[in-house]
């Protein structure tokens, strides 16, 4: 059953060679950081990665947005050249 709440960050690059590396930065971290009450999934198409955060509750909803934002911000600064 797919949890009743969800919330899908978009974020554009300037190119594709910055999204590739963001979305290789943060792909270990799906199944290694998801909870009982969350999931997260990667999708990039382009300079385009798409971060959808899914949870039971809207705790759990907002703890899961602050966890990928967060890990996302990291990857952004860690990966620029």
Same mark, same amino acid.
């Given at each position: ?15 594709? &060679? ?6 290789? &930065? ?52 860690? &990966?620029?050249?």
């Amino acid at each position: 059953m797919t949890p009743p709440h969800r919330t899908v960050f978009t974020l554009d690059y300037p190119d594709e &060679s910055l999204a590739r590396r963001v979305e290789r &930065s943060l792909r270990p971290e799906i199944d290694d950081i998801e909870g009982d009450r969350t999931t997260a999934a990667l999708a990039r198409e382009g300079a385009t990665l798409r971060v959808t955060v899914e949870a039971d509750d809207l705790v759990a909803l907002r703890a899961g947005c602050n966890t990928w934002l967060t890990l996302t911000g990291v990857a952004e600064a860690t &990966s620029q050249p």
